[in-house]
């Protein structure tokens, strides 16, 4: 069957040449007459691919010496419980410490509602008064904060920070799953930095941690021991069996990546994909964003229909995402908490996606 143009916000497509490689090294991998599925963690055929993964990661987004990464299971989800954990929580009757996060929709609101259960979560702005169309002005934090937490993009909402919140020495820690490797990060800005790999890097699975090393061993001693940082950055994320599979596969997608040119030209390709829609959009009678301009993100594009009757509106939706997926061009369908449509444009989706998605509104519209 052919291939569709796959729109998914995550799980999300990944590139062709990676899932043919895999499939070519599906039953022996490097020479080793072994499937990765089939190897031992701790063994001299797994070793070099874990080791290549955080390599390519490190050169790819020029991570400095002192930060530390980690390939941990859990999703992004989890790292909503162990910033906090490891960052803020006391030893048990002692006090928790402060941390300030800015509410830009649903996972930052999320991430916000698990942190308050280790520390003493302050929501300093929120975006949610005009239904998270914008990022809020972020107010310096207080000196005594433990950390900084903001989601870079929005991927519900389809909203980015156009610059980074100046934290001076409060770490900045950043849920980045949906933006991870689309443009240039100074990665050196951050105190850590978090991805579920099922938008940007790989398969579901993987969790990328990317943590500067003194933020690592200040958990309480009542936090399990898998939800610590250092007992996964001391045994290089090896303290229990990885998701071995997942991380050789975010591999060879960082292999691609560097083999199209880096950062630097998948940021230009990315900005280029979504200038293309979002113009598309401006022209549109029937449809458009809902997203102020300064905040627009360049991996997840919502867009609404402009009609005014509520039930002809949805109508309109529900026969666009079917006769979308019916031409190759799947998962349209906005969050089920938003609704309308969202394209979501990742490092893998080619430009001829976006001229695809393109003509058909513009076929569907006349
Ligand atoms: C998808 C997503 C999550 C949730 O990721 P899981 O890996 O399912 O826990 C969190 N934050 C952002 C920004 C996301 O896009």
Request: aromatic residues 8%.
């Amino acid at each position: 069957m052919k291939r569709v143009f796959n729109f998914s916000a995550g799980p999300s497509a990944l590139p062709l040449p990676v899932l043919e490689r895999a499939a070519a090294e599906m039953t022996c991998a490097n020479g080793t007459g072994q499937s990765v599925m089939e190897m031992s963690h701790r063994s001299k055929d797994f070793k070099p691919i874990i080791e290549k993964t955080e390599a390519l990661l490190r050169e790819l987004m020029g991570i400095p010496k002192n930060y530390q990464v980690l390939f941990l299971q859990g999703g992004a989800s989890l790292q909503f419980s162990m910033i906090p954990l490891n960052l803020a929580a006391g030893e048990s009757g002692a006090p928790r410490k402060k941390a300030a996060y800015i509410d830009t929709g649903v996972w930052a609101k999320k991430a916000a509602e698990e942190g308050a259960k280790y520390a003493d979560v302050r929501v300093r702005a929120s975006s949610k008064d005009r239904a998270y169309t914008y990022i809020p002005q972020a107010p310096a934090p207080e000196p005594d904060d433990a950390y900084y937490h903001i989601t870079l993009n929005n991927t519900i909402v389809g909203t980015k920070w156009a610059a980074l919140p100046e934290t001076s020495a409060v770490p900045l820690a950043a849920d980045v799953s949906s933006c991870i490797l689309s443009e240039e990060l100074d990665v050196s800005r951050f105190g850590i930095l978090y991805a579920g790999a099922q938008k940007n890097l790989g398969p579901a699975g993987v969790t990328v941690v990317i943590i500067r090393e003194d933020l690592i061993g200040h958990a309480p001693s009542w936090t399990p021991a898998l939800l610590r940082y250092d007992i996964h950055a001391s045994e290089g994320s090896l303290y229990n069996t990885p998701p071995c599979y997942g991380i050789y596969i975010t591999g060879l997608v960082l292999e691609w990546l560097k083999d199209s040119g880096g950062v630097s030209a998948m940021a230009r390709r990315n900005r280029e994909k979504a200038d293309l829609f979002y113009a598309c959009l401006e022209k549109s009678r029937l449809f458009r964003s809902p997203v102020e301009k300064p905040f627009r993100s360049l991996m997840n594009i919502p867009f609404i229909c402009t009609l005014e009757d509520a039930e002809k509106r949805a109508e309109l939706e529900a026969r666009f995402v079917k006769e979308a997926a019916a031409a190759g061009l799947v998962n349209l369908a906005g969050h089920r908490l938003v609704g309308g449509m969202r394209a979501s444009i990742y490092n893998a989706m080619p430009i001829e996606g976006v001229q695809a998605l393109i003509q058909f509104i513009e076929a569907f519209e006349r």
